[in-house]
C-alpha cells in the first residue's frame, strides 16, 4: 500500500523566470530549484508522481519549425511530436535534477520519464475553438503577422498577446497501468508532461496524434483521480490565487471550499489561460474524492505543505 500519494503538477511557465530571456541555463536554474522542494517532499514522506506543462516551450518549438521551413528545406514539425519532443526535453531536465537533490538530502530512488499518451474526443468542441496559449508573449504587430500566416491569436488581459491552439479535454490515460505498477514498485514517475500526446483511435482501432495541446492540469486531475492520490498540488507562478487578481482590490485566498471555488469561477474571477484551468482542475479532483488540493509556486511548497501558505481546494458547500 501506498501512503501520501501526490500529483505535483509543474507549470511550463513556472520554469521559464524570464519570459523576455527564455534561455536553456534560466531553465535550467527553475527546475533545479523546484526539484529541490519536491526532494524535500520525498524527504518528508510522500510518494510523488510529477506532471509538468509545456505551453511556452511547446510553442518555441513551432516557431522555431516554421522558420526553418521558410530558410531550408526542412521538414514542419506536426504538433504531437512537438509536444512528444517537450516530454522527452522536460523530462530529462527534470529526472536528473530530481535524482541530484534526492542524493542531497541521502536518497537514492530511480526517477523515470514516460513518454504519456492521452486520448481524447475526435469531436472535441476545442478542435472548433482553440484556446490554449503556446509560446511567449507576442506584441500586437508579432500577433497580427503570425495571423497572416494562419495562426490564431489571443490577447490576454495586460498580460499581451500569445498563439492558440486546440486544447480537448483528457479522456484516457493510454499507459496508466505502466505508470501505477512503477510507483507501486516504488518509482519516482514524470508523467503527462505536457498534458500528454494527444491521440485519437480510427476507424480500425489504431492510435494516431492529433494536432493540439492538452491542458496539463486537467490531465493532471484525471492522474491524480485514476491513482487515488490524496494530493493534487499544482505548482505555478504565484504564492497564492487571489480575487481580483493584478487589481488594488487584490485579495490573496488561503482556502476554498467547492462552492466558493465554483461561484469565483461562474463570477469570471479566474483568466482563461491562467488560473482558470487549475481551479478548474482543483474543483474536478476534490469532487471526485480528492482530499484536497493546493495551488502554490515552487519555493513555497514546503510551507504549503503545512497550511503556512498557497490557496487549499476543500471539500464543502456544494461539494
Known sequence: MIDKLVVVAIGGNSLIPDPAKPDTESQWGAVRETCRHIADMIHAGWQVVITHGNGPQVGYIMNRAEIATRVSNLHGVPLDLAVADTQGSIGYMLQQALANSLRRVGMNHTVATIITQIRVDPDDPAFANPDKPVGGYLTEAAALAGRLEGWRVKKETGRGWRRVVASPKPVVINEINAIQALVLAGYIVIVCGGGGVPVVRDEVGSL????????????SSLLAQTLRA??????????????????????????????????????????????????????????????????????????????????????????
Open 208 to 219: 494516431r496524434g492529433v494536432s493540439a495541446v492538452i491542458d496539463k492540469d486537467r490531465a
Open 230 to 319: 490524496d494530493l493534487l498540488l499544482i505548482s505555478t507562478g504565484v504564492e497564492k490565487v487571489c480575487l481580483n487578481f493584478n487589481t488594488p482590490q487584490q485579495q490573496p485566498l488561503d482556502e476554498l471550499t467547492l462552492l466558493q471555488a465554483r461561484t469565483y469561477l461562474a463570477e469570471g474571477q479566474f483568466p482563461d489561460g491562467s488560473m482558470y484551468p487549475k481551479i478548474e482542475a482543483a474543483i474536478d479532483f476534490v469532487h471526485n474524492g480528492g482530499p484536497r488540493a493546493i495551488i502554490t509556486d515552487p519555493p513555497n511548497i514546503t510551507r504549503a505543505l503545512h497550511y503556512e501558505t498557497g490557496t487549499r481546494i476543500v471539500p464543502g458547500g456544494s461539494g
